[in-house]
């Protein structure tokens, strides 16, 4: 059996190194700065978040760098160590929606959604180098914008980084880049959590109307350790594509069934289930006044995943890690049957996780491939890593690699 791969983190001044090297190396000068953007995962509040939900991410130690220098004409250049020689270009003139494509769209997409706004922001040349796995459901796509957006910031003085609500105009600007200019569909959980998480804390994200940036986001203690416990992310390296209208197709269903609810998302009716004293009839009582049942699936698993967000962080705060994982669990089981977003690869890699001793695991992100994360105990991730890319080798998947995780820093300036 081959030895299950582990992606380890670069630490920023190895991130910087690099990036630096591959901006020097591809446009001959030094650059303004360095920055860093993190990846995340989600511990709990899946496909919530456009439905005016709760979720609870963390931002991993796995980031992306970004190397940039302005430049006085609206001409952009980029570059990432995945090619190097591949410098893709743009003109931030005349840009218009879904006027860039691949890769490039992510960064080009955070400027001309800036200017787009309204902000004095010209064109730039960027370097990128990045340890979060591409299509493994950690948001590399947010890591690099929101490291663009934090970059662009520091190098156009434009004074929004330095606040949590000043950030709030950087995680829009991000947003509108994945869903305007990449065409990939994203509700905002991905970038407030690379943009807003704090080291040893989840961050509980409230995605409700109106609310200011004080009112969206509770910082929340996570430190697996005083447990005992470690969190397992694997990434199955199932394929993982949210452009492919699976999400979109989500969203839609989701916002027709609050229309035909008489609310304006699924988070109003979410409130007024688990208000009740027997939130299980209540729900009952919502899903009958809707006639197709793939809508009433897609609604019980929105309306219980908002739930398990705060009995999730009820259960931690009170050292009651059996319901975490039990939490765990409900919420992967949802997504599998209610919401129908997992893939056999996720599905086999949780059956492992938990035959092998984790407390609680599930899929995280959007589905359809990606990853998983479980709840084990401490020193018990890479045995059970294994365990699932030995089952991965009998099936003839891909094989898996592991991440060591914890709750790191948000975006930051790195030199």
């Not at 259960?315 to 599998?336: P, V, Y």
Request: hydrophobic residues 40%; negative net charge; glycine residues 10%.
């Amino acid at each position: 059996m081959t030895q299950v791969d582990i992606v380890n983190a670069m630490s920023d001044a190895e991130g910087a190194a690099k990036v630096t090297a591959l901006f020097e190396r591809t446009y001959g000068t030094k650059p303004a700065g360095v920055w860093a953007a993190p990846g995340r995962v989600n511990l709990i509040g899946e496909h919530t978040d456009y439905n005016g939900g709760l979720c609870l991410p963390i931002a991993l130690p796995h980031r992306t760098y970004i190397a940039l220098s302005p430049r006085t004409d609206t001409q952009v250049r980029v570059v990432s160590d995945i090619n190097e020689n591949d410098v893709q270009t743009a003109d931030l003139n005349g840009l218009e929606a879904g006027g860039i494509d691949g890769w490039a769209a992510y960064p080009v997409g955070v400027a001309w959604a800036l200017r787009e706004a309204g902000h004095d922001v010209q064109g730039f040349d960027a370097a990128f180098s990045t340890c979060v796995p591409f299509g493994s459901g950690l948001s590399s796509s947010a890591a690099m914008t929101c490291s663009t957006a934090l970059a662009l910031d520091g190098a156009y003085d434009l004074g929004f980084g330095a606040t949590d609500a000043g950030r709030i105009t950087l995680i829009n600007a991000a947003i509108t880049s994945e869903n305007d200019m990449a065409g990939a569909s994203t509700g905002g959980l991905d970038q407030s959590a690379s943009m807003r998480c704090t080291p040893d804390h989840a961050i509980r994200l409230d995605f409700r109307p109106g609310l200011t940036a004080e009112e969206s986001a509770q910082q929340e203690a996570f430190d697996l350790s005083n447990h005992g416990l470690e969190l397992l992310v694997l990434d199955t390296r199932a394929p993982h594509q949210l452009n492919d209208g699976q999400y979109a197709q989500r969203r839609a269903t989701c916002e027709e069934a609050a229309e035909l609810l008489g609310a304006d998302n699924l988070r109003e009716v979410a409130d007024l289930v688990n208000a009740q004293a027997d939130p299980a009839t209540a729900l009952e009582g919502v899903l009958e006044r809707l006639d197709d049942d793939t809508m009433r699936k897609r609604v019980r698993h929105v309306i219980t995943e908002i739930g398990r967000v705060d009995d999730f962080i009820e259960a931690f705060a009170e050292g009651d890690m059996q319901t975490a994982g039990d939490l765990f669990n409900a919420s992967h089981d949802s997504l599998r049957d209610d919401y129908e977003v997992t893939v056999p690869e996720l599905d086999i890699a949780v059956d492992v996780a938990r035959d092998e001793g984790a407390l609680g695991a599930r899929m995280t992100g959007g589905g359809f491939g990606g990853s998983i994360i479980a709840l084990v105990n401490q020193g018990e991730s890479q045995r059970i890593a294994q365990c699932i890319a030995d089952e991965f080798e009998r099936r003839g998947f891909n094989a898996p690699r592991a991440l060591p995780a914890y709750a790191a820093q948000s975006a930051h300036r790195v030199q």
